[in-house]
């Protein structure tokens, strides 16, 4: 299986390569994106195979089928980092809240956040790959939250990759900086920056564009990676629980094969809507899927109305911070999978130089054949979160997103599927405030809910405030280069 380029070749790149070189270099032609020649086929046969399987025999027959070059034992053991999430027998579990409403939650892992889902295996193969080729790879990356610490914890005292992570100082909740900054390995490294997201991003950029930081970095013989979703690695890590929660559903007499369901996305980057959309072209039944947004909400115009403008945006900070996202990055797969390159790279050109971009009434619809999308903003977060806590289910506020489209988008009277994507104890504070009690801070929270309803606080999560902190340096824009260069 080949992977090719999202906005065509630049005669300079080889036009299409292998799996393991599309996840060590995942920067294609013109700044593009690689997405594979094609998908394995998820038709009736293959999901009847797969009635009775474990989630891991499922994902290796998958990951299989896409005919990746890494082998299998490679890949078993990086499936077996699943065996630590808190239900061995099944990683991904699914509530009923409704009579027709399914939550699927993606954030048994260890960082308590549905990043672990791609993330934990994704960076058992990434480090196998640099260490067979004695290679040395540096990953950098810049969090508001949730990337950061999964991205630190699958890649800890993992040979051949080192990881420095860039959080905004006072940018991200106790419990997120925890996370990072109690994270013990030499391979990592975690810096807080002053100032707010943007700035922490835009510094990172600075720094990997600079031309005297390539050289250092090459003087040293290390080479720079990327595990945001922009990796295909973790994309097909994210097809195989749409998969799941369809035979889910089907195990539990809900619906029978072949039966449509509707998926319930909650979206920033559209790394787990993209999962979705694969799973949907490669057969699995899916009606249609419903992408969610905070105020942030230009995906929600984009699938509305084909417009995605920047121009007349800024980023407002909301209690759903993972997905306080603007330049989404996946939908580039999108559009590349319904409008071929020239049209791709058009369109990210339009994106790039005038901050906008506009599909055709034809494309528009296209795009409406698999997607529809609505917005909530934090009041009525709040409120969903409060309404289903009296109900004894407690979601976090990015799950919470989903209830609106569930309730006003779906045309057809389907079983649906939500996804969870943050355990409640990530966010805390807004969830306390949700149920009506105003909190100082984390701690004070995990308290407080826990006593006032049926969850508890997982072992992780309490432990953290006990933990001893490693990493202490909070440093302004100028002095990152330097820090970064005494930990490599
Ligand atoms: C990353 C994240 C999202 C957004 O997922 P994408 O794949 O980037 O669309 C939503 N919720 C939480 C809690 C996340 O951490």
């Known amino acids: ?62 990951l299989t089928n896409f005919g990746i070059d890494i082998e299998k034992e490679v890949l078993e053991a990086a499936l077996n980092r699943y065996d ?39 960076g058992y193969v990434l480090s196998k790959l640099a260490q067979k080729r004695g290679e040395h790879y540096l990953i950098m990356a810049a969090t508001s939250g949730d990337t950061g610490p999964a991205t630190l914890e699958t890649f800890k005292d993992q040979e051949g990759v080192q990881v420095a992570c860039l959080y905004p100082d006072g940018g991200t909740s106790d419990v997120q900086r925890l996370q990072m900054v109690t994270e013990d390995a030499e391979n990592l490294k975690v810096i807080g920056v002053e100032g707010n997201f943007d700035d922490t991003q835009n510094t990172l950029k600075e720094l990997l564009a600079s031309e005297d930081f390539k050289e250092e970095l090459a003087a040293r013989d290390i080479k720079l990676s990327a595990a945001n979703s922009v990796n295909f690695g973790r994309i097909i890590f994210q097809i195989i629980y749409h998969i799941h929660s369809y035979l889910e559903l089907v195990r539990k007499n809900e619906i029978s094969m072949g039966e449509k369901i509707y998926l319930v996305v909650p979206s920033g980057n559209f790394g787990n809507a993209l999962g979705a959309y694969y799973a949907k072209k490669a057969g699995l039944p899916i009606e249609k899927i419903l992408i969610t947004s905070n105020v942030n909400n230009i995906l929600t115009d984009w699938i509305k109305t084909g417009a995605y403008d920047l121009t007349s945006r800024e980023l407002v900070q909301t209690e759903s911070p993972a997905m306080d996202i603007l330049k989404s990055s996946n939908i580039e797969r999108i559009m590349f999978d319904k409008f071929g390159p020239t049209r791709t790279k058009e369109l990210m050109d339009d994106l790039a130089t005038k901050g906008k971009s506009q599909l055709t009434e034809k494309e528009l619809s296209s795009l409406q054949e698999d997607f529809t999308a609505s917005y909530s903003d934090d009041a009525e977060c709040e409120a969903v979160v409060g309404a289903y806590a009296k109900k004894e289910y407690i979601m976090d506020p990015h799950t919470a997103t989903c209830m609106k489209a569930y309730e006003t988008l779906r045309e057809k009277n389907l079983k649906t599927v939500v996804y969870s994507t943050a355990e409640w104890t990530k966010f805390s504070p807004s969830v306390a405030k949700s149920l009506g009690h105003e909190v100082k801070d984390d701690t004070e929270a995990l308290k407080w809910v826990s006593a006032n309803t049926n969850v508890s606080v997982p072992a992780m999560i309490e432990g953290l405030f006990a933990k001893p902190i490693k990493h202490t340096v909070v440093v302004k824009k100028e002095d990152i280069k330097g820090e970064m260069l005494r930990f490599l």
Do not use: W
Request: charged share 20%.
């Open 84 to 122: 630590a999430f808190d239900d061995p027998s099944n990683p991904v579990p699914l509530s009923k809240i409704e009579e027709d409403c399914f939550v699927a939650e993606l954030y048994h892992g260890p960082t308590r956040a549905f990043k672990d889902m791609a993330l934990q295996p994704f």
């Open 1 to 62: 299986m080949k992977f090719i380029e999202t906005r065509g070749n630049d005669g300079q790149k080889p036009s299409s390569v292998l799996f393991s070189e599309a996840i060590l270099s995942p920067s294609a032609s013109f700044g593009g994106l690689y997405v594979p020649e094609k998908l394995p086929n998820l038709d009736t046969t293959f999901l009847e195979g797969h009635l009775s399987s474990h989630y891991k025999i499922l994902a290796l027959d998958f």
